[in-house]
């Protein structure tokens, strides 16, 4: 038997178990709504201010939970992402908010609930990252773009 | 450069049909049909990612992961298939007393051999890692994560990645000829290793059937799977160091903005995946070589024996083929060793697939999709595996003209060559078709019907793929290469075996649920499913029969 034959086999046993498990199953009625409990930054390089490091404590006493940084070059783009708790939380969605007015950098938010954004300029970028489902659920980052010496 | 050149033509011949090139009308016709093809896989692998992508399976960014998990299976299996093909090709060949009565250095010979099983791997990818990588480019592409030449680059490192698992299977295939022609000489270990493949395979279904869980939830249990898959592409990509580094040298070197592009890093890899190509070459150059004279210098008029084992006994005429048969089945362990693994699979993989069902709580609608499945994955391998039958009066070559001197009707030899298939296939079928009646609690008189259904749509189709090989012989493919690692009748096969299944399932399905609707009884559904099978058994045997009159009597005048 050739080699993809046998691939696309697989491929169909694989649909064979996924089609009945999601469009056959018996209806239940799931009354709970699963809220957002925990929104956590998964960005590579991303790391959570320090409260031991004196000055890192203002900035958590601000509310702000983290940061990234990376080196300022014209179009830097840096993709946030983010895990949800509980994995089975009911709306997943997240909303971004920023300075819209901000001439350092503009925020796109993508299709796959990551957002996307990009420098124009040397700066920081605070955003708050917030549940849709349970506004209360938040965490706020900042994102450094800035000169090599900087670091 | 002239020889190895008109060498590699000429035994590409052999294996590709390339009479189109002539034919410019032809030529143009091939050409655009590829294309089609081409561009219909790579949109069908488009949209099944994208959907994967909105899933939640991956993000944009990371499906590169992908490209990785389908390189590392992809190269695997090709490099299985190389080495032994190659160790046939290469040292067993029956073109090579051919090929070194040329004009030609033995070098090109070598060489021309290489890069024509090359040229196979190359057609081969366009089928599945092209379009696949093609397809996670576009989708690194329109989100912005990679520019437009990376498109136009990731041609040229397929060249080489492609080459690498011809040139591994150039050289563990002289490992693999001494271990092949250890096996051939001692039967009883051959016999003990096929074995224990087996147990293997058993062990590994069983183990498989005791980690599904007691309750399959997908939608329910959708958030923790997709971690799960999340966390097993971040696995591949970071434990296949060497495969992720070859899909870096496709699509570059993710910049710290998440998006990929070729850089000065791209081409150091590229420079050493070059490296390693011609290392390899030149490994397999002075190590497979002096091997690859060796055996082709071999006298074979030597090789054979004279000595006979006891008298001759008379058989009639039937008994003498299915006898021939007996010994060609047993001693042909390509052929045995396709019967029992597809006969043993097709029950394993139905245990598993309805161990899994059982786990799911299903209503009416995911009832009838499970018995859908059911039908189309015990039909899809049965009937995939007579792409083997389409090849059986071809491969034995010039011998099989043979037929027509012998004095008896030549319906003979020709249903002998099926018998053996039929017989390891009965138990094979009504096995699989118990196994998956009973799970789903069917009579015992459903069961049987349904059992003598499957395997008269099986006889059929073997039966039509052995009119394929009555049809368009390849006896001279396999005269002078001994392979034929392109042969149309394979395809043509497997081809409908695909459509023959998923027809087949499709109206399985309207039958079972009609007959459980209107009659509250599936007995009429299998009864009508029967006599489906009977009616394509029939016209498939019926062509047998008037083919063979034709093409072994008729048209010879």
Known sequence: MKKSVILTIGVIFIIAIVVPGFIGLRMRVYNETRYVEEIICITEGYTKYDPSKPDEKPKIDQGIEGYISEQFTPGLKVVIKCQLKPDNATNQKLEYAYDEKSRVFSVTENADGTATIEFHEKGTATIIIRATDNKKKSIEIEIYAMDNDWF | MNHLKTLVVMQLRDKIDLGWIKNKKEALRKVILSLVKFLVITAIIYIILSLCNRFGIFLYDESPRIMVLVLTISLVLSFISCTVELMKNLYFAEDNRVLITLPVRANQIFISKIIVFYVYELKKSFSLLIPISLSCITLLFTQGYCSFWVYIWMWIPVLFIVALPVLLGAIFSIPVLYIYRFLKKNAIIEFIVFLLVLAGLIWLAVYLIGLIPENIDLINQWPTIRNSIREFLLLVEQKLFVMNQLIRIMI???????????????????????????????????????????????????????????????????????????????????????????????????????????????????????????????????????????????????????????????????????????????????????????????????????????????????????????????????????????????????????????????????????????????????????????VIFGSNLYMFFKKIKAYYYEIQG
């Not at chain 2, 499970?370 to 391998?381: D, K, M, R, S």
């Not at chain 2, 069961?447 to 039509?464: D, E, K, N, Q």
Request: glycine residues 6%; contains cysteine; aromatic residues 14%.
């Open chain 2, 252 to 534: 570059g070197e993710k910049s710290k903005g998440g998006a990929f592009g070729i850089n000065f890093l791209t081409m150091g890899k590229f420079a050493i995946l070059i490296g390693v190509s011609a290392v390899l070459f030149l490994i397999s150059y002075f190590a497979s070589r002096p091997l690859f004279f060796v055996m082709m210098a071999k006298n074979f008029e030597l090789n054979k024996s004279n000595k006979t084992n006891g008298k001759n006994k008379k058989h009639g005429h039937y008994l003498t083929f299915v006898n021939k048969e007996f010994k060609i089945n047993l001693r042909t362990i390509d052929i045995s060793i396709n019967y029992l693994m597809v006969y043993i699979i097709v029950p394993i993989l139905i245990l598993l697939l309805n161990a899994i069902y059982k786990a799911m709580d299903t209503r009416e609608l995911g009832n009838w999709l499970i018995y859908t499945f059911n039908v189309l994955l015990i039909c899809l391998p049965l009937l995939a595996s007579n792409a083997l039958i389409s090849t059986y009066y071809s491969r034995e070559g010039r011998a099989g003209y043979m037929k027509k001197t012998k004095p008896i009707d030549v319906v003979y030899p020709l249903l002998a060559k099926l018998f053996f298939n039929i017989l390891f296939s009965i138990p094979s079928v009504f096995a699989t078709v118990a196994i998956f009646g009973r799970s789903v609690q069917f009579h015992i008189g459903d069961i049987v019907l349904f059992g003598f259904a499957i395997l008269f749509l099986h006889i059929g189709h073997m039966v039509y793929s052995a009119t394929l090989d009555i049809i368009h012989p390849q006896n001279e493919q396999y005269a002078t290469t001994g392979i034929s690692i392109d042969n149309p009748n394979e395809n043509k096969s497997t081809g409908l075996a695909f459509i023959i299944s998923i027809i087949y399932a499709v109206v399985a399905y309207k039958l079972l649920s009609e007959a459980s609707l209107y009659n509250n009884d599936l007995t009429i559904g299998f009864v009508k499913l029967l006599l489906i099978s009977l």
